[in-house]
């Protein structure tokens, strides 16, 4: 099973409201992605997990917060957006941080208001 | 330093038709190569990868990709193009150094007519 999980699907929210975003892996990868991902651009890495511990931070906003609780879960708690923040976020795995494939969720269709 | 060129952002071809995706990468190490497909609204799919090994890879859904380290490129083809095949393609590049991130073309539209 390659299948990695992200829910909601949607989310609309204003710019003073606080969500998270959940992501979820049962193939026993130890590394996990967040992306941004605009329109018609390819993905932009914001966050990487390696053995659930914050490995790469791409100079992201504080008010994008990863947390990775165990090795299956994932989450992005979002605060205080903006409405270029508007994106679509993927969530990837893979078996490890070197030269794996990565396998993508559906994503999360986020829109700030 | 990790890049890589998609040098078409539209292909356009008709259903029964061979696809030619063109990619070329740049990378001072080692590299794995993949190709990712995303239709809209949906993740990324992977559709195949190239780690060393064969230098012509098969992938899913009847494309392929053929490595040649002379010409730095990675072109995706597929015999005959499908209607289902229209979607974005995403060239990739992986280095064997430190944390290894992917490193995306800008993508390729494949359009298919009927």
């Known amino acids: 099973d390659t299948e990695v999980t992200q829910t909601p699907k949607h989310l609309v929210m204003g710019m003073t409201n606080k969500k998270s975003l959940k992501c979820e892996q049962h193939?026993?990868?130890?590394?996990m992605y967040w992306y941004k991902q605009k329109a018609k651009k390819p993905p932009e890495l914001m966050f990487v997990y390696s053995y659930e511990k914050l490995s790469i931070n791409e100079s992201v906003p504080s008010r994008f917060s990863p947390e990775c609780p165990n090795s299956s879960l994932l989450n992005l708690h979002l605060h205080a957006l903006q409405p270029e923040d508007s994106a679509l976020y993927l969530c990837?795995?893979?078996?490890?941080?070197?030269?794996?494939?990565?396998?993508f969720g559906p994503g999360t269709r986020l829109t700030v208001t | 330093a990790q890049s890589v060129t998609q040098l078409d952002s539209h292909v356009s071809v008709s259903e029964g038709t061979p696809v030619l995706l063109r990619c070329n990468y740049s990378s001072s190490y080692s590299p794995s190569l993949f190709w990712y497909v995303q239709h809209p609204n949906k993740g990324l799919q992977l559709l195949l990868k190239?780690?060393?090994?064969?230098?012509l890879v098969k992938g899913i859904n009847g494309f392929e990709a053929e490595f040649k380290k002379s010409e730095t490129s990675f072109h995706l083809t597929k015999p005959s193009a499908h209607m289902s095949d229209a979607a974005e393609y995403f060239c990739?590049?992986?280095?064997?150094?430190?944390?290894?991130?992917?490193?995306f073309g800008k993508g390729t539209m494949l359009l298919v007519s009927p």
């Open positions: 990739v590049v992986s280095e064997e150094a430190g944390y290894s991130t992917l490193t």
């Open positions: 190239y780690t060393s090994a064969a230098t």
């Open positions: 990837a795995s893979s078996r490890g941080s070197g030269t794996y494939e990565q396998y």
């Open positions: 193939m026993g990868h130890r590394a």
